[in-house]
């Protein structure tokens, strides 16, 4: 890393030089024109700094004519360190995307430590076929699989709070599926490579679904009243609207009660979904706490 010609520069030239970066390493490409937008520079600002970043690490950013645009070289090396935190927050949020400083918080504060992280190269490929649209070559590791080689072709990022999963087409079994990043090995973006119809976004039922919940204080749980504040709720619902997709990871997190008759005993359980048939069809509703499809609850009655 070039850090004594790093050192010499500005700080705003600094932030300038990490936004290159970012946006080649997780995108694929910069123009000049992202520059301007970003920081409100002159044009021959922009191609000033990219001509700068491009002396500073020779081999990180090719030119494109025929896109008029900077893409990732083959032999690049970043000479900035972004916490995978910031990068996703990034991502994820689309601010703080200037080069990362230690800085004095404002006010002392806490936040939880993740568990696992994703690699941020492996992340890297991943974002790039996002954004470019194309399919990924992928060595996978699940645990009722093993290793197994697959492409993808990934179209968003999703959060369940515990690890980031990529929302992908999986050529192998010809279905969505959900894949856990930290769990992909030597990603390859197939670039160039055609994407079929029946691969993309609009085509995932789960994706495309919206399902509304409503989320009421656990009958068995005291005072109702301070869980309608703590989740603001209005006359005493709390209402979501949610990817189909994402439904069963988010009643797990917040420990929803998804059983019919609000069973589940404990403190964690401060909120019931009052109408349970409200996810049926969710293929992840298997996660919610409690939850029993009509099916499963139709068995147990034969069953007694």
Not at 121 to 150: F, M, N
Not at 246 to 262: E, F, N, Q
Not at 264 to 289: F, Q, S, T
Request: hydrophobic residues 35%; neutral net charge.
């Amino acid at each position: 890393m070039p850090n004594d010609q790093l050192a010499d520069l500005t700080q705003p030239q600094r932030d300038r030089l990490a936004f290159v970066e970012l946006r080649v390493h997780f995108i694929g490409e910069i123009r000049r024109q992202d520059l301007v937008s970003r920081f409100g520079i002159q044009s021959a600002a922009a191609t000033r700094d990219l001509a700068l970043y491009k002396d500073l690490a020779p081999g990180n950013i090719d030119y494109d004519p025929s896109a008029k645009s900077y893409v990732l070289g083959k032999n690049f090396q970043p000479i900035f360190s972004f916490p995978p935190e910031r990068v996703l927050s990034w991502l994820t949020q689309g601010f703080g995307d200037g080069e990362p400083m230690k800085i004095k918080a404002w006010v002392s504060s806490e936040i939880p430590s993740r568990l696992t992280h994703p690699d941020l190269d492996v992340l890297a490929s991943v974002t790039r076929a996002i954004h470019q649209e194309c399919p990924l070559a992928i060595e996978y590791h699940s645990i009722s699989s093993g290793r197994t080689e697959r492409e993808i072709v990934p179209f968003a990022l999703l959060d369940n709070g515990l690890r980031w999963h990529v929302r992908a087409f999986d050529r192998k079994s010809k279905e969505f599926r959900d894949f856990v990043i930290t769990r992909i090995q030597r990603p390859v973006v197939l670039k160039g490579q055609p994407v079929a119809s029946h691969e993309t976004s609009d085509q995932d039922i789960q994706w495309t679904r919206i399902v509304e919940l409503e989320l009421v204080p656990h009958p068995d749980q005291p005072r109702p009243e301070i869980t309608k504040m703590d989740y603001g709720m209005q006359e005493g619902v709390l209402r979501m609207k949610l990817r189909a997709a994402t439904a069963g990871y988010i009643l797990r997190k917040w420990s929803v009660d998804c059983s019919p008759d609000h069973s589940l005993h404990g403190p964690e359980y401060r909120l019931w979904l009052k109408d349970h048939l409200a996810i049926y069809g969710v293929k992840n509703a298997v996660l919610a706490p409690g939850y029993r499809s009509p099916d499963q609850q139709r068995l147990e009655a034969e069953m007694e």
